[in-house]
Structure formats: structure tokens, C-alpha cells
């Protein structure tokens, strides 16, 4: 049976990693868990699920939208029986890259701790801070993109 993969921008990006699809993976959205999943059949593996969050210029506050999907992926992330998310972190390019380095450990850890707060052992959560080196959105040095911003989760 074939899926089709969705993308919401109303409520960030709820979307299955491409790399899955072009090397023959299973096409999922993060709406539909996969096929046998209730049966603990895994013939996706849980690293096809992939879940974003954003986060308002030079802040690691996390808003009303963001803590809906932070709270969607941990019941995936339930659902499909992976044993560790990892959260980075990332940010744009308006400000000296060191400073975006920690900024986006900050975003990882604060994202991290409502993980937490919802349930996950803080243990089968990973943090990294790439900084701005992974930009969604490729930018000059010094400006201000939104989806730079971000956390991006993987199963694992």
C-alpha cells in the first residue's frame, strides 16, 4: 500500500526524512504510523519520522504551536517503540557563529526538557548544537531567517 507524505505548515513541518524515501524506505507521514506498527512490526525503521519546531529570534522560548508538536512527537516516538530521540539545535546566521553554537544547544536542551516534562527518561534523550553550520534556508552571514531557527528531532 502506498502512503503519500504530507507537509503542514500550519503546525511546522511533520514529515518523514527524504533520505528513507530515495533509498527505498517506506513513505509515512507523521499522521500515519506504519503499517503492522500496532503488531510491533518495525518494516519502517523510526528514523523515518521526523518532527521541527521553530523558535523566535535569539530566543529558546518555546511557544504554544511548538509545544503541540513537541507533544505529538513524543507520542510517536511512544508509538513506533524507538529507543532515543536526538534534538538538534540549530540558528541562523545573524550573529557571530560561536554565540549561534551555544544558542543552539540552548534550543536543544530546552526542547529537551519538556521531552522530559511529558514523560521520556531525560537518558534516551541526545542533544546536539550544530550552530548555524546546516541551515535549512542557505543565507548570507548576518541574516535573520526564521526556519534557521529551529530543532529538528530523529528517532533512533
Same mark, same amino acid.
Given at each position: 500500500?502506498?502512503?503519500?507524505?504530507?507537509?503542514?505548515?500550519?503546525?511546522?513541518?511533520?514529515?518523514?526524512?527524504?533520505?528513507?524515501?530515495?533509498?527505498?524506505?517506506?513513505?509515512?507521514?507523521?499522521?500515519?504510523?506504519?503499517?503492522? &506498527?500496532? %503488531?510491533?512490526?518495525?518494516?519502517?525503521?523510526? !528514523? $523515518?519520522?521526523?518532527? @521541527?519546531?521553530?523558535?523566535?529570534?535569539? /530566543? +529558546? &522560548?518555546? %511557544?504554544?504551536?511548538?509545544?503541540?508538536?513537541? !507533544? $505529538?512527537?513524543?507520542? @510517536?516516538?511512544?508509538?513506533?517503540?524507538? /529507543? +532515543?530521540?536526538?534534538?538538534?539545535?540549530?540558528?541562523?546566521?545573524?550573529?557571530?557563529?560561536?554565540?549561534?553554537?551555544?544558542?543552539?544547544?540552548?534550543?536543544?536542551?530546552?526542547?529537551?526538557?519538556?521531552?522530559?516534562?511529558?514523560?521520556?527518561?531525560?537518558?534516551?534523550?541526545?542533544?546536539?548544537?550544530?550552530?548555524?553550520?546546516?541551515?535549512?534556508?542557505?543565507?548570507?552571514?548576518?541574516?535573520?531567517?526564521?526556519?534557521?531557527?529551529?530543532?529538528?528531532?530523529?528517532?533512533?
Amino acid at each position: 500500500m502506498e502512503r503519500t507524505m504530507t507537509m503542514s505548515a500550519a503546525r511546522g513541518i511533520c514529515s518523514l526524512a527524504l533520505i528513507g524515501q530515495l533509498l527505498g524506505g517506506c513513505a509515512q507521514t507523521a499522521d500515519i504510523p506504519p503499517a503492522g &506498527a500496532e %503488531n510491533g512490526d518495525q518494516s519502517c525503521c523510526p !528514523a $523515518d519520522y521526523s518532527y @521541527m519546531v521553530f523558535f523566535d529570534w535569539n /530566543s +529558546t &522560548a518555546i %511557544n504554544d504551536e511548538s509545544r503541540g508538536i513537541i !507533544a $505529538d512527537a513524543v507520542t @510517536m516516538f511512544r508509538a513506533i517503540g524507538a /529507543s +532515543t530521540i536526538v534534538l538538534s539545535g540549530h540558528a541562523d546566521r545573524s550573529g557571530p557563529a560561536g554565540y549561534n553554537l551555544v544558542l543552539s544547544r540552548k534550543r536543544a536542551e530546552a526542547v529537551k526538557a519538556l521531552v522530559t516534562a511529558l514523560g521520556i527518561a531525560a537518558g534516551r534523550v541526545v542533544t546536539i548544537g550544530k550552530g548555524e553550520r546546516w541551515p535549512q534556508v542557505p543565507t548570507q552571514d548576518g541574516v535573520r531567517d526564521p526556519q534557521n531557527r529551529r530543532v529538528e528531532f530523529v528517532f533512533e
